[in-house]
């Protein structure tokens, strides 16, 4: 195996993951996986909506001095660092009425792009009367242990902080303060987050039920963790998607990777390949177009929102090229129609993004996420290999990756047996196109822990801003998520009230 498993868990990426330059080996390397991000799709659709004047007036910035690591007492321990939330207070209904507060968790990149894009929170701001605060993960954007990117992200003594119990204790710990802060102590919080940010919404309830009354957790895989979900999964719903999107496109693409090799082995190969497909460098290796390929489409498949569907656009360049022309200007017809009108197309120039910087390590300690590709997909197998995934891991950071210590301590195994008459109050969203998905909780556990699917929704697609071009299926998974929140926050009030009176 040449690369990780990879692309990473936002709901929200912002750029072509090209991550993992340092993942790429000589052989035919296999895919990056495709990154766990909320908001990604929307970020690649609608890149004006990264602009600051999207943000509203009624954000304000704090910063809260976080404690370096949770879980002991050393005095290294008790350094801080200050870790930035944002509230808006415009519809809260205030401490007196002991009104709710919504709770974003954010996950694997800087806060900024969840404040517009997660709306979830400020499209539901007005029927909860709530107050809305995001919090930003430990070692993104401005929260920043240790004083710098440069030293925090130095070695492993320095990251070894940099992991989702120390995340979870701190949105713990911030949320606990301002509870306290504004008086709110019987407020109800319902921590809501999208894919990586999802499990830690789904596992803060769990482990810290006291904080939060409540968890919605989009697309949150939190059963692809050791053997729990075949490792194959994602990619046979990446092919799965495209197949029922277009069986031509299917077959093109699936005919495509042999033809890459073929021309790749001639002579000057690499270079026709360069110019087939505009690519921004000359390619160095036919590995480095075909995961480039892989993972468009894989990120295609994940964030295949209404209205644009990108894996009918990429399927539409295939499919719509002249009948004559040869499957890879068909292929790059595809690519074509998916990233229009740049001046080049593959290997653009990246500056590895927070997110793939950060994941990076997050993937090579705590979150192996063993993504392989298996038989009978429109890729070429490429089983996930741990033994040369924890190389990898060790060549970089110098310590080994902790495979099974997620399932150790969160747990995932037969997880209706051990949920059905433990935890409460987590709605599962999942949109069964997104290749994440199978690595999710499709199924109901309990009364109140609960799976709500679509069967043609993507990755986080529940948490982002309502829009008048929804589809109803989308408008009602969204209902039936508020009216099940509200159900939690009701039955939360009598017992409150009951026991009030009692006093
Ligand atoms: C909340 O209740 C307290 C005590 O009843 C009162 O003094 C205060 O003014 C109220 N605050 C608001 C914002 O209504
Ligand atoms: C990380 O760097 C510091 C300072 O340069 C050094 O003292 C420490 O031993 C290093 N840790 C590892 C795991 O390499
Ligand atoms: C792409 O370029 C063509 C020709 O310059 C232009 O007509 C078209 O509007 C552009 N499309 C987009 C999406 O920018
Ligand atoms: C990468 O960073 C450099 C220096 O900060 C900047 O000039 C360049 O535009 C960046 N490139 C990309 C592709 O973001
Ligand atoms: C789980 O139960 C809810 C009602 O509480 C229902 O809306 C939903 O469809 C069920 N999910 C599945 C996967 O059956
Ligand atoms: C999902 O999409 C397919 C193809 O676009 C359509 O035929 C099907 O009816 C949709 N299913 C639902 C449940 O909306």
């Not at 039936?480 to 929140?485: D, L």
Request: net charge neutral.
């Amino acid at each position: 195996m040449k690369r990780s498993p990879e692309f990473s868990l936002q709901c929200l990426q912002f750029m072509v993951m090209v991550l993992s330059i340092l993942f790429t080996g000589t052989e035919a390397g296999r895919l990056d996986i495709p990154r766990l991000s909320p908001t990604r799709g929307t970020l690649i659709e609608n890149p004006e909506i990264m602009s600051s004047k999207a943000v509203s007036d009624d954000l304000q910035t704090f910063y809260y001095p976080q404690t370096l690591d949770h879980f002991n007492y050393q005095p290294q321990s008790y350094a801080t660092f200050e870790q930035r939330y944002v509230m808006n207070f415009k519809h809260w209904g205030g401490a007196n009425g002991s009104a709710p507060i919504l709770a974003y968790l954010g996950a694997e990149a800087p806060l900024d792009g969840d404040l517009t894009v997660i709306g979830f929170l400020s499209d539901n701001a007005i029927r909860f009367n709530a107050l809305l605060v995001y919090i930003e993960h430990r070692y993104y954007g401005k929260s920043i242990p240790f004083g710098s990117r440069e030293e925090a992200f130095k070695n492993a003594s320095t990251l070894g902080y940099f992991n989702s119990a120390q995340a979870i204790a701190d949105y713990a710990e911030i949320i606990m303060h301002i509870k306290k802060k504004l008086n709110a102590f019987y407020s109800p919080v319902i921590v809501i987050g999208g894919s990586y940010g999802g499990m830690l919404a789904s596992w803060l309830r769990l482990k810290y039920p006291h904080v939060a009354l409540g968890a919605l957790a989009s697309s949150a895989p939190i059963l692809y963790f050791d053997k729990i979900t075949p490792r194959g999964a994602y990619f046979s719903v990446v092919t799965k998607d495209f197949k029922e999107a277009s069986e031509t496109c299917y077959r093109t693409i699936r005919n495509s990777w042999s033809v890459i090799d073929k021309i790749a082995s001639q002579p000057h190969g690499l270079s026709i390949l360069s110019s087939k497909f505009k690519t921004c460098k000359p390619l160095k290796s036919s590995s480095e177009l075909k995961n480039e390929l892989g993972n468009m489409y894989a990120t295609a498949a994940q964030y295949n929102q209404p209205p644009r569907y990108p894996v009918t656009v990429v399927c539409g360049g295939i499919d719509g090229a002249n009948e004559k022309q040869d499957i890879l200007s068909k292929i790059f017809a595809g690519v074509a129609a998916y990233r229009v009108n740049r001046s080049c197309y593959i290997n653009q120039p990246t500056n590895g993004s927070e997110t793939a910087v950060g994941w990076r390590w997050q993937t090579c300690s705590e979150m192996v996420i063993p993504i392989g590709i298996g038989k009978n997909t429109m890729f070429q197998e490429q089983p996930f290999d741990l033994n040369s995934f924890i190389e990898q891991c060790m060549r970089l950071y110098g310590v080994p990756p902790r495979p099974h210590w997620v399932t150790s301590y969160y747990g995932g195994h037969d997880i209706k047996l051990i949920l059905q008459r433990f935890g409460s109050n987590i709605i599962f969203s999942n949109g069964l196109r997104d290749p994440y998905s199978r690595g999710g909780v499709l199924e109901n556990i309990s009364e109140s822990i609960i799976a709500i699917h679509t069967v043609n929704g993507s990755h986080c697609l529940d948490i982002l801003p309502e829009k008048e071009s929804d589809p109803e299926w989308l408008v009602r998974q969204r209902e039936t998520e508020v009216m099940i929140i509200k159900r939690w926050i009701a039955q939360y009030y009598a017992d409150l009230k009951a026991i009030l009176i009692k006093q």
